[in-house]
T-cell receptor, first 113, second 110 residues
Framework: NAGVTQTPKFQVLKTGQSMTLQCAQD?????MSWYRQDPGMGLRLIHY???????DQGEVPNGYNVSRSTTEDFPLRLLSAAPSQTSVYFC????????????FGEGSWLTVV | GENVEQHPSTLSVQEGDSAVIKCTYS??????FPWYKQELGKGPQLIID?????GEKKDQRIAVTLNKTAKHFSLHITETQPEDSAVYFC?????????FGTGTSLTVIP
């Protein structure tokens, strides 16, 4: 029972490099989202998707891109990494209806030097 | 947008005592309020939730109360145990967008 799977678990990037955080879910959930977690700031929504082919911005979208070509996958791309993007990133999914809880992956620890 | 405030940021209790964490929200359209527990190095896990048409919900040692008029909701943990030590997050949702509190680090002292 995999749930929400994120890769990689840990990554160190140099400023200006690009990379993609992978997220996959096997629960046939239509809604998927990415959050970043910083000390003292809780979880902040970066981007979300309510179904394949549909994405939208959350609270802190700048510097990140997403796409949703399949129901299962929702990758997060950092186009040109900056030290301010050092954070823990969580992918989450939920059935597509209001009032359903979201299920989180185990997180990806990203350090930009 | 929605603004969720959570207090306290840290909480220490003796094993066996009760712990209470409080959250307030600003958007009266919010209708779903989950609570998550996050252990070190792990993703948040749902422990209990409540919907806007319910005032209280209980699951063994954990309970949540909701006051829609005052726009606040609380997590109550009774008979705390060392394994309850973790960071707890509240959240409010109006649909597919969730807004999280800043977390409470709970330490249960044996």
């Amino acid at each position: 029972n995999a749930g929400v799977t994120q890769t990689p678990k840990f990554q160190v990037l140099k400023t200006g490099q690009s990379m993609t955080l992978q997220c996959a879910q096997d629960m046939n959930h239509e809604y998927m989202s990415w959050y970043r977690q910083d000390p003292g700031m809780g979880l902040r929504l970066i981007h979300y998707s309510v179904g394949a082919g549909i994405t939208d911005q959350g609270e802190v979208p700048n510097g990140y891109n997403v796409s949703r070509s399949t129901t299962e996958d929702f990758p997060l791309r950092l186009l040109s990494a900056a030290p301010s993007q050092t954070s823990v990133y969580f992918c989450a999914s939920s059935p597509h209806s209001s009032g359903n809880t979201i299920y989180f992956g185990e997180g990806s620890w990203l350090t930009v030097v | 947008g929605e603004n969720v405030e959570q207090h306290p940021s840290t909480l220490s209790v003796q094993e066996g005592d009760s712990a209470v964490i409080k959250c307030t929200y600003s958007d009266s359209a919010s209708n779903y309020f989950p609570w998550y527990k996050q252990e070190l190095g792990k993703g948040p896990q749902l422990i209990i939730d409540i919907r806007s048409n319910v005032g209280e919900k209980k699951d063994q040692r954990i309970a949540v109360t909701l006051n829609k008029t005052a726009k606040h909701f609380s997590l109550h943990i009774t008979e705390t145990q060392p394994e309850d030590s973790a960071v707890y997050f509240c959240a409010a949702s109006t649909g597919n967008q969730f807004y999280f509190g800043t977390g409470t680090s709970l330490t249960v002292i044996p």
